[in-house]
T-cell receptor, first 111, second 113 residues
Framework: GQNIDQPTEMTATEGAIVQINCTYQTSGFNGLFWYQQHAGEAPTFLSYNVLDGLEEKGRFSSFLSRSKGYSYLLLKELQMKDSASYLCAVRDSGGYQKVTFGTGTKLQVIP | DTAVSQTPKYLVTQMGNDKSIKCEQNLGHDTMYWYKQDSKKFLKIMFSYNNKELIINETVPNRFSPKSPDKAHLNLHINSLELGDSAVYFC????????????FGPGTRLTVL
C-alpha cells in the first residue's frame, strides 16, 4: 500500500516562491504526480516525475528523490490565482498501477 | 468539446433512496475511474475500468455498483443511500502509457438528507 504525507496548509505572499513537500512510503513505485485543485473544482494535472531530478514547466517545477521517498512542488512568482489545494499522488508498480492521492496541501496566496 | 463530463452536477436525496451518476469521456482513453472526495478533501479511488473491464475495486460497500457499457462511459449506481455517502464523486479517465495522467470530470456533489 501507499502512505503519503503533505502539509495541510501553507500561506505565501504574491510574487514569492513556495515549496510544497510530499513524502511517501510505498510497496512499489511507478511515478509521482502533482495535481492542482481549486475550491469547488476538479483536480487538474500539473506534473509527473518517474526518475530522480527536477522537471520544470513554466512557473512550476517538481522534484523527485526515489531513494528518499520525497518530492516537492516549487511554485515561483506566485499569483493570487495559485491559491488552491495541491495534491501529491503516487502510482504503484502493480499490474493495475493504482494511483493513491495524498490529502493535499491548501495554499493561500496573500497580497 | 468537454473532455470528461458527469451528470448530474448536484444530487440531493433522502436516505434509503437509489441514485445513479453518469460519466462520459471523449478523449479516447481506455481507463476510467470513480473517486470519492469527502469533506476533508481526501480523494479516494473507488473503482477503475480498463476497456469495460473492472480492474480496481477498493473496499467499497456493495451498495455501490459501477457499470461500463462501453469504454467511453462509466456509470455509478448507489443503492440504499446513507448519510455517510454525502461527498463529491469524481469520474476520471487516462490513456495507456506514461505519464497517463488522469483527466477529471467536474464532479457530482451528492447530499444525503
Amino acid at each position: 500500500g501507499q502512505n503519503i504525507d503533505q502539509p495541510t496548509e501553507m500561506t505565501a505572499t504574491e510574487g514569492a516562491i513556495v515549496q510544497i513537500n510530499c513524502t511517501y512510503q510505498t510497496s512499489g513505485f511507478n511515478g509521482l504526480f502533482w495535481y492542482q485543485q481549486h475550491a469547488g473544482e476538479a483536480p487538474t494535472f500539473l506534473s509527473y516525475n518517474v526518475l530522480d531530478g527536477l522537471e520544470e514547466k513554466g512557473r512550476f517545477s517538481s522534484f523527485l528523490s526515489r531513494s528518499k521517498g520525497y518530492s516537492y512542488l516549487l511554485l515561483k512568482e506566485l499569483q493570487m490565482k495559485d491559491s488552491a489545494s495541491y495534491l501529491c499522488a503516487v502510482r504503484d508498480s502493480g499490474g493495475y498501477q493504482k494511483v493513491t492521492f495524498g490529502t493535499g496541501t491548501k495554499l493561500q496566496v496573500i497580497p | 468539446d468537454t473532455a470528461v463530463s458527469q451528470t448530474p452536477k448536484y444530487l440531493v436525496t433522502q436516505m434509503g433512496n437509489d441514485k445513479s451518476i453518469k460519466c462520459e469521456q471523449n478523449l479516447g482513453h481506455d481507463t476510467m475511474y470513480w473517486y470519492k472526495q469527502d469533506s476533508k478533501k481526501f480523494l479516494k479511488i473507488m473503482f477503475s475500468y480498463n476497456n469495460k473491464e473492472l480492474i480496481i475495486n477498493e473496499t467499497v460497500p456493495n451498495r455501490f455498483s459501477p457499470k461500463s457499457p462501453d469504454k467511453a462511459h462509466l456509470n455509478l449506481h448507489i443503492n440504499s443511500l446513507e448519510l455517510g455517502d454525502s461527498a463529491v464523486y469524481f469520474c476520471a479517465s487516462s490513456q495507456v502509457g506514461p505519464p497517463n495522467e488522469q483527466f477529471f470530470g467536474p464532479g457530482t456533489r451528492l447530499t444525503v438528507l
